[in-house]
């Protein structure tokens, strides 16, 4: 099956800095990326949808200028959260679709700004 | 906008017995439905997918049934493992996916 990674999976920074999270499609070709955000004990929400190319679109309440998302190739795309503070520690899910619909999960980075 | 929720939000039961995770959603112009186990720390792991023209699904152990019309959506597990511990999400999927609450599973051995 098709198979998603993503790096890290565990980073711990301090306030005031930025982190980058990469997401990758390994076996197939992802025209469209998600990233997802989990708060403990709540479930996933979408953050934004990105199409190789183009620029992502974001989800209300979403900060795009914090939450750079860039999706240059079309196994590659990167979540820069800037700027980081402790209300932003979370676990951030992407996910990735190629010529089907069918959306293949990553296996989630948890983030921690101290 | 789609809003999903399950019931119950934690369960706990002991080892062998038969459960059934409930899922219901507002809208019901879906496409699909598709459940979900968490791991804790972890990612997703994929279980069933009912596509909006079938009413179930079956896998080993699993069943999940498809009712549009009412808006909702069961997993049944039969003969529940102490490895079945997990929290289960169902997301029904309008282009992109709207998760449920999920269900914190614990299978007391």
């Known amino acids: 099956g098709a198979v ?13 800095t930025s982190v980058k999270i990469e997401c990758r499609s390994l076996d197939f070709q992802a025209t469209t990326m998600f990233w997802y955000r989990q708060f403990p004990k709540q479930s996933l929400m979408l953050m934004a949808t990105s199409n190789e190319g183009s620029k992502a679109t974001y989800e209300q309440g979403v ?23 402790p ?3 979370s676990f951030y899910i ?3 679709s190629g010529r089907t619909d069918t959306q293949y999960f990553g296996p989630g980075t948890r983030l921690t700004v101290l | ?18 459960l059934v995770l409930n899922c219901s959603f507002t809208d019901s112009a879906i496409y699909n439905l598709q459940w979900f186990r968490q791991d804790p720390g972890k ?3 994929s279980l069933l997918l009912i596509q909006s023209s079938q009413r179930e699904q079956t896998s080993g152990r699993l069943n999940a049934s498809l009712d549009k019309s009412s808006g909702r959506s069961t997993l049944y597990i039969a003969a529940s493992q ?28």
Do not use: M
């Open chain 1, 4 to 16: 998603v990674s993503q790096h890290p999976s565990r980073v711990i920074c301090k306030s005031g």
């Open chain 2, 82 to 109: 102490p490895g079945d511990s997990a929290t289960y999400l169902c997301a029904v999927i309008i282009v992109q996916f709207y998760f449920g609450t999920g269900t914190s599973l614990t299978v007391i051995p």
């Open chain 2, 43 to 45: 990612g997703l792991t």
């Open chain 2, 1 to 18: 906008k789609q809003e999903v929720t399950q019931i119950p939000a934690a369960l706990s039961v002991p080892e062998g017995e038969n």
């Open chain 1, 87 to 89: 209300e932003d520690s």
């Open chain 1, 63 to 85: 900060e795009k200028d914090k939450f750079l998302i860039n999706h240059a190739s079309l196994t590659l795309s990167t979540l820069t959260v800037t700027s980081a503070h």
């Open chain 1, 94 to 96: 992407c996910s990735a």
